[in-house]
């Protein structure tokens, strides 16, 4: 099983970026799926999850500004972050939900001017 996110980096307030993940060793269409981050300090929270129907339900801090989304046939789950704040900061993970023993390397999201 391999979970490769991508996308994110350094954001100014208020910007936007797109994190993709590229999921091998399973089918992500047949699991329900979900974006996780974690700050330095914290623990990790879960963002936004998709289920196998396509039902999506977002964390409370995150949600109207950002969106969950799969293409099922790239394998690849898509997390859109819109209205960035500086409590946006984290290292983002996708992983099913619940989560797997095997996380992937995630990605960085720096918000900041």
């Known amino acids: 099983v391999q979970l490769q996110a991508s996308g994110g980096g350094l954001v100014q307030p208020g910007g936007s970026t797109t994190l993709s993940c590229v999921v091998s060793?399973?089918?992500?269409?047949?699991?329900?799926m979900a974006w996780y981050r974690q700050a330095p300090g914290k623990q990790r929270e879960l963002v936004a999850d998709?289920?196998?129907?396509?039902?999506?339900n977002y964390a409370d801090s995150v949600k109207g500004r950002f969106t969950i989304a799969r293409h099922v046939m790239e394998n690849t789950l898509y997390l859109y972050l819109n209205s960035l704040t500086p409590e946006d900061t984290a290292r983002y993970y996708c992983?099913?939900?619940?989560?797997?023993?095997?996380w992937g390397q995630g990605t960085q999201v720096t918000v900041s001017s």
């Open positions: 060793g399973f089918t992500l269409a047949f699991n329900d």
């Open positions: 992983n099913q939900r619940p989560g797997l023993p095997t």
């Open positions: 998709i289920s196998r129907s396509g039902q999506t």
